[in-house]
């Protein structure tokens, strides 16, 4: 058998891979378990332990109230430049708090407030469904005078930029979009539309939730207007973590926060009866953080920085292609099939793969295989490589698991009934 498919080849990989001590970073209760959900909830860096115990225990414990002022502030802040670092955005152009799809509702309706006279709005039928549901909730608030355009995809995988362009004209208000593509993990050209976008005279809004801590992104190169992005996933920022919105700098005089509170305001401590907001990013936020959550994801964000995000795309796109020659050997003949794009310069860090009992084996793989993927409907089972923890040898496992798994289709003794599916 050639060499390259067989256990010891992985092992080796995990060998000389040059990240391979950053998964000693992250508490692994189970080495046996083979984890490829991190693109949906990251594993927990063991330093985010002690950052939880030290606000919870040495500030919220001993300091009280007074550990507002000693750094709670401007948490948001310093978090928020950090992630700054991993987007290609500067320090005073990113802020973290509530959620992606809140930021998305933020930001969403601050563009859409800004060109009155435009009626029209830009997505696609990939995007995360969260996300167009914020859209047409604010086309609802807005008087219902907007269309939105959701741009199909031909192969259901991939959306070309020139099907972007067509749909762009001098109505276009915003171009809202998800850099990575959650089901499939196809990879927007971000400056190719972004400047599409621009030449119609309309923002282009990114939503970096699967890209940010896996893919390098260049909001600056790109001249983006407008981004948000999740923290729980490929920046291991623990189980509902608030998220990070970017605004240009030239853009935060210009655009509104369509939800002004007092976290937003020029003199928060002045407690005035009028909303005046911060001439900074600051203006983009509302209310109280959830310090413990905030804070936690520090540790990620640090990780992520001191491996290097080029040298974790470069293993990430190593994982994934490995994944799939593998899946070429071992799975193709089975009948499983591929559902994310062969070229690694169109996708993100986890790749589909279909098959009509999709779900069942999805149920095999967990309860007996000790193997976590996870589904997305119809029949996708997605698989996530996190290039700071995952090692070769669990990617080797994984389809060795649905190989034995098809060939014995022990799936079978598997309800088909959905229940609760993460
Ligand atoms: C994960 C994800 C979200 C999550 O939104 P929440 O508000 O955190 O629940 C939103 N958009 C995309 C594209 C995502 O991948």
Same mark, same amino acid.
């Given at each position: 058998?050639?060499?390259?498919?067989?256990?010891?080849?992985?092992?080796?990989l995990d060998?000389?891979?040059? +990240?391979?001590?950053f998964?000693?970073?992250?508490?692994?209760?189970?080495?046996?378990?083979v984890?490829l959900d991190g693109?949906?909830l /990251?594993r927990?860096p063991?330093?985010?332990?002690?950052?939880?115990q030290?606000h919870?225990?040495?500030?919220?414990?001993?300091?009280?109230?007074?550990?507002?002022?000693?750094?709670w502030?401007?948490l948001?802040?310093?978090?928020?430049?950090?992630i700054?670092?991993?987007?290609?955005?500067?320090?005073?152009?990113?802020?973290?708090?509530?959620?992606?799809?809140?930021?998305?509702?933020?930001l969403?309706?601050?563009?859409?407030?800004?060109?009155?006279?435009?009626?029209?709005?830009?997505?696609?039928?990939?995007?995360? @469904?969260?996300?167009?549901?914020?859209?047409q /909730?604010?086309?609802?608030?807005?008087?219902?005078?907007?269309?939105i355009?959701v741009?199909?995809?031909?192969?259901?995988?991939?959306?070309?930029t020139a099907?972007?362009?067509r749909?762009?004209?001098?109505?276009?208000a915003?171009v809202?979009?998800?850099?990575?593509a959650?089901?499939?993990g196809f990879?927007?050209?971000?400056?190719?539309?972004?400047?599409?976008?621009?030449?119609?005279?309309a923002?282009?809004?990114?939503?970096?939730?699967?890209?940010?801590?896996?893919?390098?992104?260049?909001?600056?190169?790109a001249?983006?207007?407008l981004?948000?992005?999740?923290?729980?996933?490929? +920046?291991?920022?623990g189980?509902?973590? @608030?998220?990070?919105?970017?605004?240009?700098?030239?853009l935060?005089?210009? +655009?509104?926060? @369509?939800i002004?509170?007092?976290?937003?305001?020029?003199n928060?401590?002045?407690?005035? +009866?009028?909303?005046k907001?911060?001439?900074s990013?600051?203006?983009?936020?509302?209310?109280?953080?959830?310090?413990?959550?905030?804070?936690?994801?520090?540790?990620g964000?640090?990780?992520?920085h001191e491996?290097?995000?080029?040298?974790?795309?470069a293993?990430s796109?190593?994982?994934?292609e490995?994944f799939?020659?593998l899946?070429?050997?071992a799975?193709?003949?089975?009948?499983?099939?591929?559902?994310?794009?062969?070229?690694?310069?169109?996708?993100?860090?986890?790749?589909?793969?279909g098959?009509?009992?999709?779900?069942?084996?999805?149920?095999?793989?967990?309860?007996?295989?000790?193997?976590?993927p996870?589904?997305?409907?119809p029949?996708?089972?997605?698989? /996530?490589f996190?290039?700071?923890?995952?090692?070769?040898?669990?990617?080797?496992?994984?389809?060795e698991?649905?190989?034995h798994?098809?060939?014995?289709k022990?799936?079978?003794?598997y309800?088909?009934?959905?229940?609760?599916?993460?």
């Amino acid at each position: 058998m050639d060499k390259k498919y067989t256990l010891e080849y992985a092992k080796e990989l995990d060998r000389t891979d040059e +990240l391979r001590t950053f998964r000693d970073a992250f508490h692994v209760e189970d080495p046996a378990l083979v984890y490829l959900d991190g693109n949906s909830l /990251g594993r927990t860096p063991k330093r985010a332990f002690n950052i939880v115990q030290e606000h919870a225990k040495d500030k919220w414990g001993n300091r009280l109230v007074r550990a507002w002022g000693e750094g709670w502030m401007m948490l948001s802040e310093r978090i928020g430049d950090k992630i700054a670092g991993l987007i290609g955005a500067e320090t005073g152009e990113v802020v973290v708090a509530d959620s992606t799809s809140v930021n998305l509702f933020k930001l969403a309706a601050a563009a859409l407030a800004d060109h009155p006279e435009r009626t029209e709005i830009v997505t696609d039928e990939l995007n995360f @469904p969260s996300d167009l549901y914020i859209l047409q /909730g604010l086309v609802k608030l807005f008087g219902n005078k907007h269309t939105i355009r959701v741009v199909k995809s031909e192969d259901g995988l991939t959306i070309s930029t020139a099907a972007i362009a067509r749909e762009l004209n001098d109505k276009t208000a915003l171009v809202a979009l998800t850099a990575t593509a959650f089901k499939s993990g196809f990879n927007y050209n971000i400056e190719a539309i972004t400047k599409l976008a621009h030449e119609k005279g309309a923002y282009a809004l990114w939503d970096l939730s699967h890209s940010v801590g896996a893919v390098p992104i260049d909001l600056k190169a790109a001249n983006v207007d407008l981004a948000i992005g999740c923290t729980y996933k490929y +920046l291991n920022g623990g189980p509902g973590a @608030p998220a990070f919105l970017y605004v240009r700098k030239d853009l935060q005089s210009r +655009l509104s926060n @369509p939800i002004a509170g007092w976290f937003g305001h020029g003199n928060q401590f002045d407690f005035e +009866l009028e909303y005046k907001p911060a001439d900074s990013i600051r203006k983009f936020l509302t209310g109280t953080p959830s310090i413990l959550s905030l804070a936690a994801i520090e540790a990620g964000v640090d990780l992520i920085h001191e491996a290097g995000i080029q040298k974790l795309r470069a293993k990430s796109v190593q994982q994934s292609e490995y994944f799939i020659e593998l899946f070429e050997h071992a799975l193709k003949p089975l009948g499983v099939v591929l559902r994310s794009p062969r070229d690694v310069r169109e996708r993100g860090s986890h790749v589909s793969l279909g098959h009509p009992e999709g779900y069942r084996i999805d149920q095999a793989l967990i309860q007996e295989m000790q193997v976590i993927p996870d589904f997305r409907n119809p029949d996708n089972m997605r698989f /996530g490589f996190t290039p700071l923890y995952t090692t070769y040898e669990e990617i080797f496992k994984a389809i060795e698991a649905l190989r034995h798994i098809l060939e014995h289709k022990t799936y079978e003794q598997y309800s088909s009934e959905r229940v609760i599916v993460t």
